[in-house]
Nanobody, 128 residues
Framework: QLQLVESGGGLVQPGGSLRLSCTAS???????IGWFRQAPGKEREGVSC????????YSADSVKGRFTVSRDNAKNTVYLQMNSLKPEDTGVYYC??????????????????????WGQGTQVTVSS
């Protein structure tokens, strides 16, 4: 059973940066990883995705140009570099893994996208 642990969240001022990590307990080389976030009172939103090899990535329009997803399979870790943060980026950020997605598109970040493994989440708060 693949277990995922997110880290790197915290409080940051608008315009600041954070790097989130998603570390797997097992071998994650075959899994695509999606990052999702959920703000209080709002539905879960897909943020960014990276496929198993790192050769395919996709980010939602709301974060495109500001967030970058990458992975280091040797460390069983996927990163989400978040720059130029805005208050509307506030929420709990989750990573999720699934082996069924070979490429990252809007489909794998859609509200109904299925992932077999989820982390517990890390809080990101953007506020002055």
């Amino acid at each position: 059973q693949l277990q995922l642990v997110e880290s790197g969240g915290g409080l940051v001022q608008p315009g600041g940066s954070l790097r989130l990590s998603c570390t797997a307990s097992g071998f994650m080389n075959y899994y695509s990883i999606g990052w999702f976030r959920q703000a209080p009172g709002k539905e879960r939103e897909g943020v960014s995705c990276i496929n198993h090899s790192g050769g395919s990535t996709y980010s939602a329009d709301s974060v495109k140009g500001r967030f970058t997803v990458s992975r280091d399979n040797a460390k069983n870790t996927v990163y989400l570099q978040m720059n130029s943060l805005k208050p509307e980026d506030t929420g709990v950020y989750y990573c999720a893994a699934d082996y069924r997605y070979s490429y990252c598109t809007a489909y794998v970040l859609a509200p109904g996208a299925k992932y077999d493994h989820w982390g517990q989440g890390t809080q990101v708060t953007v506020s002055s």
